[in-house]
């Protein structure tokens, strides 16, 4: 206890603000399939968006214009349990009927076990998504969860009629919509029920939305009715410049008006997807469909800072908003997260602790899932129990102008984790099972992309997003960019070995 006060104390000496001597509360609000383009301070947001909350957040606080922080659902959140990338991730596994699966919490322990142990209450509210065991009562102190793994038949239910379990116990139907349902029940929690008042807190709030089937509140069905978007130009094949399997990624047709609409079909999650939303199959009504559901979300942060102020925790508690992952909607032909373009998985995310950290500042180095874990311990004045594969992001935090030579891996490996990932399949079912984007690895330096897919002699990719932030010119294909190439191949190969990637000295060759 002395050492983890002493060290509160010294991260109050170098952020000294009123109230920052106690240790900071976390409420960590975490959407889902949830691209950047859809908050209006986003520059790259669509005229007709509007999120005047998030916006606030921002306002008060640091966006990150780069932030990755998964390529799907499950290993986005195995990763901000463990603070390790996918390959890391030592026995999930997925089992049974999708999204069944599976861990060892002795082989593959989550962090906040640890700030129980330390003197935090940890909550967790809404979607669970890494195996059945949800942790109650080991991890969490307060948790009231929508367990898809356990309730395989109720997984489709995003925003409706779901099974919700208690602090570990019987499953029982829960009616209402349920963004505003886990709002209200998270705001239930900072006004004192299941809170210990005398304990800083930690509360993970997983929200389901903006994920299929795109399900906006009936309130919000009117909303944005004159939502039209530019056609992107990759929509349809072929792509020149990019690999193999994105020659044959096809979930749009012309139709008879002209405009790209969707086809029926599964999505990268297994389930089966309509080729029809609620206001038709066109992309102008899926784009207005999906930006509908975010208005839900916008709502819920406004109640949520709103409670923070009512209940005087405001200026002590650090918040965190981002996406499991992006979506992409048209681009490079897809609707679906998993590659490793901006369009598919590139999140929103802000950083807001009035009075502690720069109020409406923006930060251009590219970040990571990975990183918010050890941030998380750095703003508890608690010791890492692990090694993380991430870095604590209190210096861009702090300095969010500040230019650092700080490179970011992003790694897919479809359904396999921890040593399961130690050899590379050949079997495209298995290689390319999640969406059918094969596996792969890529580095992003603040201007430059690498991407490099695990299929022999594939070629690799580099974009400058400075200048084609569509990626749609692949450099690595032209002669003056080699060397560049070259250096960014061997800083992957090294961020991986760094990271304990048990397939980094058998990857398929590249394309010569």
């Known amino acids: 206890m002395v050492r983890i006060l002493f060290a509160a104390f010294l991260l109050f000496v170098i952020s000294p603000s009123p109230g920052a001597e106690a240790r900071p509360n976390i409420l960590f609000i975490y959407t889902d399939d949830h691209s950047h383009r859809t908050v209006s301070c986003y520059p790259e947001a669509y005229d007709f968006v509007e999120t005047p909350n998030i916006d606030r957040l921002a306002e008060n606080g640091v966006r990150f214009r780069y932030a990755y922080i998964g390529t799907w659902c499950m290993p986005s959140r195995a990763t901000l349990l463990t603070g390790h990338y996918q390959h890391g991730v030592e026995s999930m596994r997925m089992v049974g009927d999708y999204p069944g699966s599976e861990y060892d919490p002795e082989k593959s322990p989550f962090w906040p076990k640890v700030f129980r ?14 195996g059945t065991d949800t942790g109650a009562g080991r991890d969490w102190d307060h948790q009231i969860v929508w367990n898809r793994p356990r309730h395989t038949k109720n997984a489709g239910s995003y925003y409706k009629d ?40 930690y509360l993970w709030l997983c929200y389901g939305a903006v994920h299929g089937p795109f399900t906006p509140a009936k309130r919000h069905l009117k909303a944005y009715p004159d939502a039209a978007v530019p056609v992107p130009s990759d929509i349809y094949p072929p ?23 969707l086809k029926g079909r599964k999505r990268a999650t297994g389930e089966l997807s309509p080729g029809k939303g609620i206001h038709g199959s066109d992309l102008d009504s899926w784009i207005r469909q999906y930006h509908q559901g975010v208005l839900a979300l916008d709502e819920s942060v406004g109640t949520l800072v709103q409670a923070l102020k009512d209940t005087g925790q405001y200026e002590n508690t650090l918040i965190v ?29 802000i950083v807001s602790m009035p009075g502690r950290l720069p109020r409406g500042e923006v930060c251009d180095t590219p970040v990571g899932g990975v990183d918010l874990v050890p941030t998380f311990f750095r703003f508890s004045g608690i010791d890492l129990p692990w ?5 604590d992001l209190t210096p861009l935090l702090e ?28 079997d495209p079912g298995v290689l390319q099972k999640v969406g059918g984007v094969p596996w792969y690895a890529s580095i992003h330096d603040g201007r430059f992309k690498y991407i490099r897919t695990f299929v022999e002699g594939e070629i690799e990719e580099l974009y400058d997003l400075e200048t084609d932030p569509e990626e749609l010119t692949n450099l690595a294909l032209d002669e003056a960019h080699a060397e560049r190439v070259l250096r960014m191949r061997k800083e992957a190969v090294a961020e991986l070995k760094r990271t304990g990637a048990g397939f980094v000295d058998t990857l398929p060759a590249v394309k010569k």
């Open 387 to 391: 090694e993380m594969h991430g870095r």
């Open 117 to 130: 142990e330390n003197g935090y209450q940890t909550a967790q509210i809404g979607k669970w998504h890494t």
């Open 321 to 349: 908003f981002t996406s499991d992952q992006g979506f992409a909607w048209g681009q490079h032909g897809f609707r679906t997260k998993v590659a490793p373009y901006d369009a598919n998985i590139r999140s929103p995310m």
């Open 399 to 426: 300095n969010p102008a500040d230019e650092q030579e700080r490179s970011l891996l992003m790694v897919h490996t479809g359904r396999q984790y921890g040593s399961d990932t130690n050899v590379i399949p050949t």
């Open 162 to 201: 779901q099974l919700i379990e208690r602090n570990g116990g019987e499953a029982k139907m829960e009616k209402g919509y349920s963004t505003d349902n886990y709002t209200k029940w998270a705001v239930e929690y900072l006004n004192g029920d299941g809170r210990v008042a005398d304990k800083p807190w």
């Open 239 to 261: 792509r020149p410049g990019k690999p193999e399997y994105m020659q044959h990624i096809e979930n749009w047709f012309e139709g008879e008006d002209g405009r790209p609409h």
